[in-house]
């Protein structure tokens, strides 16, 4: 199987812009989740989507925005960049059966706010 | 909610040293716990998971880890660390069916050859 895609891989962006990243799960998993990796901040969890509804939401502002569609694709978005926003933006897909199941990452996306 | 610590920020050790890095948890019901791997330039990957029965799980690559409930830790070990161990390593734990992960700082693991 395919693991998880992201794109773009890279992007740079300057203050006041908005900015959408994709990703594509691994085919039959449902539940995909977004991470933040920082220096400062470590690893973050953004939000997480299942059957093209949001159920759980990290301690971000409303800025950081997702969606998912019904082939399970999932976008993020954020606008209104701010410099703080630099960071890796890693998704993660799972199967729906429960929380103990493995949580596979892709690449991620590294963003870049000037 | 839940929190990680990991107590070791960089570690350093030489081939066929055995290497141990903490993990804690603060949540007082039933979490499942993770151990990641992030090599250089790499995704993250698995390593191990706990989520219920024998407490001493064993994962990829050698490494094995102990869920010890009364002490909320998970601490990694492992025998024998090769060169190619070199990576940074995260501890996580999620509660119930949750699928939002908590992680620690990570552990940037640096084996000499």
């Known amino acids: 199987k395919a693991g998880v895609t992201q794109t773009p891989r890279y992007l740079i962006k300057t203050r006041g812009q908005q900015v959408t990243l994709s990703c594509s799960p691994i085919?039959?998993?449902?539940?995909v989740s977004w991470y933040q990796q920082t220096p400062g901040q470590g690893l973050q969890f953004l939000f997480e989507?299942?059957?093209?509804?949001?159920?759980n939401k990290g301690n971000f502002p409303g800025r950081f925005s997702g969606r998912q569609f019904s082939n399970s694709r999932s976008e993020m978005n954020v606008s209104t960049l701010e410099l703080g926003d630099s960071a890796l933006y890693l998704c993660?897909?799972?199967?729906?059966?429960?929380?103990?199941?493995?949580?596979?990452f892709g690449p991620g996306t590294r963003l870049l706010v000037l | 909610a839940q929190s990680v610590s990991q107590h070791n920020h960089h570690v350093i050790l030489s081939e066929a040293a055995s290497l141990e890095l903490g993990c804690n948890y603060s949540y007082g019901g039933t979490v499942n716990l993770f151990w990641y791997v992030q090599y250089p330039g790499q995704h993250l990957q698995l390593l191990l998971k706990?989520?219920?029965?024998?407490?001493l799980v064993k994962g990829i690559k050698g490494f094995e880890a102990e869920f010890i409930k009364s002490k909320f830790s998970f601490n990694l070990r492992k025998p024998s660390v090769q060169w190619s161990d070199t990576a940074e390593y995260f501890c996580a734990v999620n509660v119930g069916s949750a699928r939002q992960l908590t992680f620690g700082s990570g552990t940037q693991l640096t084996v000499l050859p």
């Open positions: 085919s039959g998993h449902r539940s």
């Open positions: 993660a897909s799972s199967s729906e059966r429960g929380g103990s199941e493995t949580q596979y």
């Open positions: 989507y299942f059957s093209e509804t949001q159920r």
């Open positions: 706990y989520f219920s029965g024998d407490p």
